[in-house]
């Protein structure tokens, strides 16, 4: 983990108040991989006081940079949408557990909601990369809330799109084109992130297929280094029956589905 001061490469509204920033940080992109989060502050002043946790939206290795993916939704975002080049940004990181891909993966799928695609790209960068076959099944209220989609489509075998108002795409939930597409199709992983829904339809195919399933939280975090226990999500029970707890910053933010509750 580092803390260092970096500069702003670019940034852009990508829709109304949803911003890809660009970020040139050699030392953190070099241990960085996907699924993995930065702490993030564009201010010095006391309100807001805490930095900001967002997650690698991309990563580029050769150039030391990566990108974030946000939804402005408070004081830190507000402050983050005016950052231009050349502006400086403090970051810690890369923190948190991300996502390893094992040697006989052979296919995977991403399913996300709205602004919960901010970890897919990566994952699906990352796994193209390693000749991992991508499905990926995007979710979203409306058609321009499908961020990343086209990057996302240019990599995936295949992609499945619903949205609320039937938009783009079908209607209905993104989680029933999964259930067909596992009727015939074996998948070695299943990521999702953004929807509680989501991931109660994806531990209930689990039980059916049996693939390895993850989930990506995005809790409230203050320190994002398991020192104020501030983010803690609670566990499944296990055989004990006994409560149990756990750190999303530093025992995730990407855990098994079936071993937390959301
Ligand atoms: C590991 C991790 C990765 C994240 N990655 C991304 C990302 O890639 N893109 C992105 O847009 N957001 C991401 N988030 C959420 C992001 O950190 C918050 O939106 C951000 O901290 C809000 O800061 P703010 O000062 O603008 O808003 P605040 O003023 O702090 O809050 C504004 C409103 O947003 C709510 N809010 C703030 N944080 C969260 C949260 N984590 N979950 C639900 N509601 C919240 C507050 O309750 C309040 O109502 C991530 C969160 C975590 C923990
Ligand atoms: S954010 Fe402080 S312990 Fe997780």
Not at 66 to 82: A, D, H, P, Q, R
Not at 115 to 131: R, T, Y
Request: aromatic share 8%; hydrophobic share 40%; charged share 25%.
């Amino acid at each position: 983990m580092y803390q260092v001061d970096a500069k702003v490469i670019n940034q852009t509204e990508v829709i109304e108040n949803h911003f890809i920033l660009k970020i040139f940080a050699p030392e953190i992109v070099k241990k960085a991989i996907p699924g993995q989060f930065v702490m993030l502050s564009a201010w010095s002043q006391r309100d807001p006081l805490l930095r900001r946790p967002f997650t690698f939206n991309r990563i580029f290795c050769k150039e030391g940079s990566f990108e974030l993916l946000y939804k402005k939704v408070g004081k830190g975002t507000e402050i983050m949408s005016n950052l231009k080049t050349s502006d400086q940004v403090s970051l810690l990181g890369p923190l948190g557990n991300g996502i390893k891909f094992t040697q006989n993966m052979k296919r995977i799928a991403i399913v996300s909601r709205g602004i919960g695609v901010a970890p897919m790209l990566a994952i699906v960068d990352s796994a193209k990369e390693k000749g991992i076959e991508v499905y990926a099944y995007l979710s979203a209220a409306t058609e321009n809330l499908l961020l990343r989609k086209e990057e996302i489509k240019e990599k995936a075998k295949l992609i499945y799109i619903t949205t609320d108002d039937a938009s783009l795409g079908a209607g209905g939930k993104v989680t029933d084109f999964l259930a067909q597409t596992l009727i015939d199709t074996k998948m070695d992983a299943v990521y999702t992130c953004g929807s509680k829904r989501l991931k109660n339809h994806i531990e209930s195919l689990k039980e059916t297929y049996g693939f390895k399933a993850w989930v990506i939280l995005e809790e409230h975090m203050a320190c994002g280094i398991g020192a104020c226990k501030g983010c803690i999500c609670r566990a499944k029970k296990a055989n004990n029956h006994q409560d149990r707890y756990l750190l999303v910053c530093k025992d995730g933010p990407v855990f098994p589905v079936d071993e937390v509750e959301v």
